[in-house]
């Protein structure tokens, strides 16, 4: 059985614009939520960790590959979402935590990582050595064919550890591989100014280095399953803006990799774009479409919007706690600064602003500390025992409100909260559609 990225692949090769999104998070409801769209469209459903959120030593979220795994397992088994249709990909594998150690060092446990993931079922491997290790030239950046046998070290680590996996599991999937140097920063633009699109000439050079290199060590077999290459197509975000998809820009990459068939592009940062620039991207060979930011965005949202009606709800009842959920965050992010503070800049009073509703979303770091999920819950709770009235659903949620009033969605905040993320989703299930490529013969015809 062809792995669903090379599924897609194929039909993408017999003239059908078709794609896959990413979810680049670890949030439960943002992973359900993804699934329940998955369910609709009869598909799979592709969820991706990053180094620095999952690694071998539990990274910021506590969980080693195996961990990220079951968590991501036991959702689907909650909600009744088949096992076989989770494809789990790692995001960044590569040397970016331990950047400041020395070189060797660096890719000895960037090694390690690979191997932890691969061991774990995950099967879309996205080799990242993109970054300046200690003990590395000035010119570094330049050199693509150091970037590439680092590339291939990470392949060779990922293929010993499927050889071992198989043993166990011999329906699995080989593993699929993205290359690419030029990645943006993992999780948003950190200035918002200086997109430069790849040029066709690091495209080209970057994948002729890479091929070159996994030749060259042996690798002609996992070569074949390099389905994609990381590219800048001009699509970022900050603070407060983003930068969209001007097709036109990309239109020398798109015709550059005509030549490559097989291969696709791989758009990190895809966030806030809107549906028809999610669509043109996919149209233009962007196939894999990361979202990460944008949906834990969206739960924010979500939560700040419900918690304005449970304030209203429990003016009736004074009895019961109200959730100070936006507090709570506040009090959190003000305590443990380090996820934000980099980011975050001007006057006290803009930081707060920032805080709570950047489109860099740091909030979504916060959302798993302790004091955090106990406010959420008491959110939950409180909008479970006293349901809010049509009045102010009408007010807060009114997309929702009308999917209540046509019997569409209950009243509930669990599902109000999967509703709201859901939006975002669909655009990006609007992107990946599948449609036929017109011809301008086929074009003419129809005029």
């Known amino acids: 059985m062809n792995h669903p990225i ?3 692949i194929l039909q993408r090769m017999n003239g059908i614009s078709i794609g896959m999104y990413s979810v680049c998070s670890a949030n439960e409801f943002v992973i359900q939520a993804a699934m ?23 990274g910021y979220t506590g969980m080693e ?3 990220f795994y079951d968590f991501v397992t036991s959702i689907a088994q909650k909600n009744h979402f088949p096992i076989q249709n989770i494809v789990l990909g790692g995001d960044h594998l590569g040397p970016l935590v331990w950047k400041n150690k020395p070189a060797d060092e660096a890719m000895q446990l960037a090694e390690k990582l690979v191997e932890a993931y691969v061991l774990a079922g995950f099967s879309k491997i996205h080799l990242d050595t993109s970054m300046k290790l200690g003990g590395d030239s000035d010119d570094f950046y330049q050199n693509t064919e150091l970037i590439a046998k680092r590339g291939a070290m990470l392949c060779q680590a990922s293929e010993r550890a499927f050889v071992q996996y198989r043993i166990g599991h011999p329906e699995a999937l080989e593993p699929v591989y993205v290359i690419g140097s030029e990645v943006p920063v993992p999780g948003g633009a950190v200035e918002e100014t200086g997109i430069h699109v790849t040029t066709v000439s690091d495209f080209e050079k970057t994948l002729e280095a890479y091929h070159r290199v996994f030749h060259i060590q042996g690798l002609d077999q996992a070569w074949n399953r390099v389905v994609a290459v990381v590219v800048q197509p001009g699509v970022e975000f900050g603070d ?15 015709n550059a990799l005509a030549g490559h068939p097989g291969i696709l592009f791989e758009g990190h940062s895809t966030d806030y774009q809107t549906p028809f620039l999610l669509r043109e991207m996919v149209k233009d060979g962007i196939a894999i479409l990361k979202v990460g930011p944008a949906l834990t965005y969206s739960l924010r949202e979500a939560l700040f919007l419900l918690e304005e009606i449970e304030r209203n709800v429990m ?34 009073e803009k930081q707060r602003f920032s805080r709570k509703f950047s489109f860099s979303d740091r909030i979504r770091y916060y959302i798993p500390f302790p004091n955090v999920i106990q406010a ?12 809010p009235s049509y009045t102010l659903l009408s007010q ?3 997309i929702q409100y009308r999917k209540i009033r046509a019997h569409n969605l209950v009243n509930d905040p669990v599902a ?21 490529v017109k011809s301008v013969a086929t074009d003419c015809e129809t005029v």
């Not at 983003?242 to 820009?249: D, F, I, K, L």
């Not at 959420?376 to 349901?387: F, S």
């Not at 999967?418 to 449609?435: F, G, K, N």
């Open 416 to 436: 109000l909260l999967l509703d709201y993320i859901e939006m975002t989703l669909e655009d990006y299930e609007y992107a990946i559609e599948p449609q036929p």
């Open 376 to 387: 959420t819950n008491t959110l939950m709770t409180n909008l479970k025992k006293h349901t």
């Open 6 to 8: 090379k599924e897609m």
């Open 315 to 348: 003016v009736l009842h004074l009895e019961q706690p109200l959730s100070r959920l936006s507090d709570v965050l506040e009090e959190e992010m003000l305590k443990q600064p380090e996820y934000w503070e980099k980011y975050y800049h001007g006057t006290p």
């Open 65 to 67: 590959p195996t961990d």
């Open 240 to 254: 407060e803006t983003v930068h969209e998809y001007h097709p036109e820009q990309a239109q020398a990459l798109k």
């Open 36 to 58: 329940m769209k998955a369910t609709e469209r009869q598909g799979h459903v592709l969820v991706e960790a990053t180094a620095n959120q999952v690694n071998q030593f539990g």
């Open 396 to 398: 807060f949620l009114p």
